[in-house]
Structure formats: structure tokens, C-alpha cells
């Protein structure tokens, strides 16, 4: 059987990772702003590394 590379996270694990609150997660989710894994309706899930890798295209760099 395969193992992921990285744990899945729930929403609230998430949450705590990345210093939000689970609204948070859960907007960023529903506006496609981050990837997810949707086990079931209820039930998904999150790659840590592919949710930053997303976030990190929204950083904008400082122009000197």
C-alpha cells in the first residue's frame, strides 16, 4: 500500500498551520485559492506543501 509523502491535513489542522482560523480555510477552498483532496462531501483533506506552494504565487514582491 502507498503512503503519501506528507500527512493529509483536516481543515483545522490546517487552520493551525498556517495561523487562520477554519473560515478561513474554508473560503480560501470554496474560492479555489487552494488545492484539496475531496475524500466525500463531508470529509477533505489537505497537502501542506501544495497549499503553500499555492499560496506563495499570491505573494507580491516589493519593487526597490
Same mark, same amino acid.
Given at each position: 500500500?502507498?503512503?503519501?509523502?506528507?500527512?493529509?491535513? %483536516?481543515? *483545522?489542522?490546517?487552520? +493551525? +498551520?498556517? /495561523?487562520? *482560523? @477554519?473560515? /478561513? @480555510?474554508?473560503s480560501? %477552498?470554496?474560492?479555489?485559492?487552494?488545492?484539496v483532496?475531496?475524500?466525500?462531501? &463531508?470529509?477533505? &483533506?489537505y497537502?501542506? +506543501?501544495?497549499?503553500? $506552494? $499555492?499560496?506563495?504565487?499570491? +505573494?507580491? *514582491? $516589493?519593487?526597490n
Open positions: 500500500m502507498a503512503r503519501w509523502p506528507m500527512p493529509l491535513l %483536516t481543515q *483545522k489542522q490546517l487552520a +493551525e +498551520e498556517l /495561523g487562520l *482560523k @477554519v473560515p /478561513g @480555510v474554508i480560501l %477552498t470554496r474560492k479555489k485559492k487552494i488545492p483532496l475531496r475524500i466525500s462531501h &463531508r470529509c477533505v &483533506r497537502d501542506l +506543501e501544495k497549499v503553500r $506552494a $499555492a499560496l506563495n504565487k499570491f +505573494e507580491v *514582491k $516589493a519593487i
